[in-house]
């Protein structure tokens, strides 16, 4: 093998190995020495990907207006509320997760199985066999089957988790029935590494304490995700090779 082809050879390898990395590595090797960048502020429904939610909704009750009065029918204070309640209106989702699981399973199976039939007299023609079969046959012993089978599963599972954090989240859409639609992110640089924090869900106007913010547990079809990128995050991971090799690897 030439020289020439061996380096095409290996040039074309590398750019194979590019290929497989895809973008992600690129920004990676772009962002060498200097910190990981954050996220410009966005408009989160004009991200691709956006869909405003649509869920089951009851009929919509009319408001009454009293003649004559400086109170509404429904009205939860008499003064402007300062909580959170129209689309690009701010309040604060604490995060208090505290999940735990512990489960233990163990399975056994076990199954024996015999057969034993012989044809010591076959209607006279036991004799005959010699001549259909190449060599002699015991007609006592002709047919003797065994098996066996046996099966032990365990398995076992323990999770702790704990999350606990506040982050601020923008209405960005009213429901018909007052239900409102929020979407949070918080992004934090220490070093080289970058933490996110993202929520989105579902709140009721009534569950926003005076304080103006609402508990996690109290958001509906909440998404959370904590997570982070940079120097950390990568040694942490394997290899773009390895989890290549681990996914079509069959064995």
Not at 78 to 91: E, K, M, N, P, S
Request: net charge neutral; with cysteine.
């Amino acid at each position: 093998m030439s020289q020439h082809s061996s380096r095409s050879r290996l040039v074309g390898l590398c750019w194979v190995v590019v290929a497989l990395s895809g973008c992600s590595a690129m920004t990676r090797l772009s962002e060498v020495g200097s910190e990981p960048p954050l996220t410009a502020i966005q408009n989160p429904t004009t991200q691709a990907g956006y869909q405003p939610v649509s869920l089951p909704l009851p009929a919509a009750v009319p408001v009454e207006r009293n003649a004559n009065s400086l109170w509404r029918t429904g009205a939860r204070g008499f003064f402007r509320d300062q909580r959170a309640g129209r689309v690009g209106d701010i309040l604060t989702v604490v995060i208090d997760l505290q999940d735990s699981a512990k489960i233990n399973n163990t399975t056994s199976r076990s199954r024996t199985a015999a057969e034993d039939a012989s044809l010591a007299k076959l209607l006279g023609f036991e004799a005959a066999l010699d001549a259909v079969l190449p060599e002699a046959v015991d007609p006592t012993n002709l047919v003797d089957a065994d098996s066996k089978g046996s099966h032990t599963g365990v398995g076992k599972i323990e999770r702790d988790e704990a999350i606990k954090i506040k982050v601020a989240a923008i209405v960005t859409q009213i429901l018909p029935n007052g239900n409102m639609v929020i979407h949070g992110r918080q992004e934090v640089r220490v070093n080289f590494e970058v933490r996110e924090l993202q929520i989105t869900g579902v709140i009721r106007p009534q569950d926003i304490g005076s304080a103006n913010t609402i508990l996690s547990e109290k958001v509906a079809e909440a998404r959370i995700a904590y997570g982070g990128r940079g120097q950390i995050t990568d040694v942490q991971q394997p290899r773009y090779g390895q989890q290549v090799y681990d996914i079509i690897f069959p064995f």
